[in-house]
């Protein structure tokens, strides 16, 4: 069964960095694509960024020159880096992989920024 645990998160002030990061119970090439997707309240879940096993990588407009995913196959192990966070980027972070259409969560965890 695949297993993706987050950790990472917290509370940061606006400006500031977080890196994510999200370990799979497998090597991570064993997955269609891997990426981040969040919540902030009353809203939907939306994706944050993603890759894919073909090489190819997209962000949300909201993020693109801030964020960036990488992949550490050895740790079996994928990244957020986060930079001049906003007060808008508060929400509860999941990790996500699939494999065909079949998809996986982590249990999710909350980043705050403060103003």
């Known amino acids: 069964q695949v297993q993706l645990v987050e950790s990472g998160g917290g509370l940061v002030q606006a400006g500031g960095s977080l890196r994510l990061s999200c370990a799979a119970s497998g090597s991570i090439f064993s997955f269609n694509g891997m990426g981040w997707y969040r919540q902030a309240p009353g809203k939907q879940r939306e994706l944050v960024g993603r890759f894919t096993a073909g090489g190819s990588t997209s962000y949300a407009d909201a993020v693109k020159g801030r964020f960036t995913i990488s992949g550490d196959n050895a740790k079996n192990t994928v990244y957020l880096q986060m930079n001049s966070l906003k007060p808008e980027d508060t929400a509860v972070y999941y990790c996500?992989?699939?494999?065909?259409?079949?998809?996986?969560w982590g249990q999710g965890m909350q980043v705050t920024v403060s103003s």
């Open positions: 996500n992989a699939w494999i065909g259409v079949v998809n996986y």
